[in-house]
């Protein structure tokens, strides 16, 4: 595993206090942190680092009178509790229950729901200023009624951009926000419909355009060839955009699990990318095969500054972030998900890139990481 000078937990979910919790109003039920995580980060005018947390609220007892209950926002209503028989539905996930009658449709429901909370953090991001507890951001429409997640932000011409995965019954997709200071956003609406996640707006145009990096989902894949250097399962696309409105796939295919990498269940998106004076620099998360989740790994590339589908340079040896148990020592009653690192934002601080991930789906990691890391001679 590799090591870096300054690799530590920064926010927890200690940390957070939940009697600004937006559920606070509706829910009667104790609640609790299960996590605040997978931050998207960028850097504010003043110098200092916002982080965009995932704060994932849990029912304390989710389980009541043999049956299970899961957290929803209605239109109308505001937060609910819906409740389904535990001979209903399968618990195998800690992060989600499936309900078999609509088996062998995976049809979810969730325990947590998650919102986002700002957190500022210094100019070296190894300490927080302030938690922004009145710029929440928590859902408004129909389709976030079980939750906002995954936050990634980029900084292009003088504005915030950031994309969420929005959860509900009518879809699972990818809205936009827009700020002019990185703390009051505005929501632009749904981007990428059903089953698109991890979508990472690079941090400037490329001929004219705005590129991103997506993540399309789906319960059935194609095979390959019998030879064919790829395999098939989830990948990581390419998509353009003349306004960050309206997006068009590339048909150029981009990065795929690999038929050498029999271990790799999937792959995703992690950091916006940013450019470097060597290209387009872009983290991203491997899945391999264990147990119900799986582990997960960070590793980077490099793409052409000009041709982004054009990939220079891509780093699957050894990776780049992997979890580490010594980080979050002393909150073993906490966790409950082991080996998984999910790296959600970079910004550079002079010779060091300042690295945002989520540990183990609990708590915030940042991570300094030397410019020498990425070079390819």
Same mark, same amino acid.
């Given at each position: 595993? &590799?090591?870096?000078?300054?690799? !530590?937990?920064?926010?927890? +979910?200690?940390? @957070?206090?939940?009697?600004?919790?937006?559920?606070?109003?509706? @829910?009667?039920?104790?609640?609790?942190?299960?996590?605040?995580?997978?931050?998207?980060?960028?850097?504010?005018?003043?110098?200092?680092?916002?982080?965009?947390?995932?704060?994932? /609220?849990?029912?304390?007892?989710?389980?009541?009178?043999? &049956? @299970?209950?899961?957290?929803?926002?209605?239109?109308?209503?505001?937060?609910?509790?819906?409740?389904?028989?535990?001979?209903?539905?399968?618990?195998?996930?800690?992060?989600?229950?499936?309900?078999?009658?609509? =088996?062998?449709?995976?049809?979810? #429901?969730?325990?947590?729901?998650?919102?986002?909370?700002?957190?500022?953090?210094?100019?070296?991001?190894?300490?927080?200023?302030?938690?922004?507890?009145? &710029?929440?951001?928590? +859902?408004?429409?129909?389709?976030?009624?079980?939750? @906002?997640?995954?936050?990634?932000?980029?900084?292009?011409?003088?504005?915030?951009?950031?994309?969420?995965?929005?959860?509900?019954?009518?879809?699972?997709?990818?809205?936009?926000?827009?700020?002019?200071?990185?703390?009051?956003?505005?929501?632009?609406?749904?981007?990428?419909?059903?089953?698109?996640?991890?979508?990472?707006?690079?941090? *400037?145009?490329?001929?004219?355009?705005?590129?991103?990096?997506?993540?399309?989902? *789906?319960?059935?894949?194609?095979?390959?060839?019998?030879?064919? =250097?790829? !395999?098939?399962?989830?990948?990581?696309?390419?998509?353009?955009?003349?306004?960050?409105?309206?997006?068009?796939?590339?048909?150029?295919?981009?990065?795929?699990?690999?038929?050498?990498?029999?271990?790799?269940?999937?792959?995703?998106? *992690?950091?916006?990318?940013?450019?470097?004076?060597?290209?387009?620099?872009?983290?991203?998360?491997?899945?391999?095969?264990?147990?119900?989740?799986?582990?997960?790994?960070?590793?980077?590339?490099?793409?052409?500054?000009?041709?982004?589908?054009?990939?220079?340079?891509?780093?699957?040896?050894?990776?780049?972030? /992997? #979890?580490?148990?010594?980080?979050? !020592?002393?909150? /073993?009653?906490?966790?409950?998900?082991?080996?998984?690192?999910?790296?959600?934002?970079?910004?550079?601080?002079?010779?060091?890139?300042?690295?945002?991930?989520?540990?183990?789906?609990?708590?915030?990691?940042?991570?300094?990481?030397?410019?020498?890391?990425?070079?390819?001679?």
């Amino acid at each position: 595993m &590799k090591t870096y000078a300054f690799d !530590k937990i920064v926010l927890s +979910p200690a940390d @957070i206090d939940l009697s600004y919790s937006p559920l606070r109003a509706q @829910i009667q039920e104790e609640t609790y942190v299960l996590g605040a995580f997978n931050p998207g980060m960028s850097r504010l005018s003043n110098g200092n680092l916002i982080l965009m947390v995932r704060i994932a /609220e849990a029912l304390r007892q989710p389980v009541r009178s043999d &049956k @299970i209950h899961s957290i929803r926002w209605d239109v109308e209503k505001g937060y609910v509790l819906d409740a389904y028989p535990l001979d209903e539905v399968d618990i195998s996930d800690p992060r989600k229950f499936t309900l078999k009658n609509f =088996a062998p449709t995976p049809v979810m #429901a969730l325990t947590s729901l998650s919102w986002i909370l700002p957190v500022e953090l210094n100019a070296r991001g190894d300490a927080i200023v302030r938690i922004h507890y009145d &710029k929440i951001i928590a +859902p408004q429409k129909g389709y976030q009624e079980y939750g @906002i997640e995954d936050a990634r932000i980029s900084f292009i011409q003088g504005k915030y951009y950031m994309t969420t995965c929005s959860v509900s019954s009518e879809r699972h997709s990818t809205t936009l926000y827009r700020s002019d200071d990185g703390l009051h956003y505005t929501l632009e609406g749904i981007i990428l419909d059903h089953q698109n996640k991890d979508m990472l707006l690079f941090e *400037g145009k490329i001929n004219g355009l705005y590129y991103a990096l997506t993540r399309p989902l *789906g319960s059935a894949f194609f095979a390959t060839a019998p030879r064919a =250097a790829f !395999k098939p399962g989830p990948s990581i696309n390419l998509a353009q955009s003349p306004d960050l409105l309206h997006w068009k796939p590339v048909d150029t295919p981009f990065l795929r699990p690999m038929q050498n990498s029999h271990s790799v269940l999937k792959l995703g998106g *992690g950091s916006q990318p940013i450019l470097t004076p060597d290209g387009w620099l872009f983290l991203f998360h491997v899945v391999e095969e264990k147990g119900e989740v799986g582990i997960y790994k960070t590793y980077w590339g490099l793409m052409d500054k000009d041709n982004p589908t054009k990939i220079l340079h891509l780093e699957m040896g050894q990776p780049l972030i /992997e #979890a580490n148990p010594e980080l979050t !020592k002393g909150m /073993e009653d906490s966790i409950y998900l082991k080996d998984v690192v999910f790296t959600t934002g970079i910004a550079e601080m002079g010779g060091q890139y300042i690295v945002a991930s989520g540990e183990l789906d609990l708590c915030c990691r940042i991570t300094h990481i030397p410019k020498s890391v990425f070079k390819t001679q």
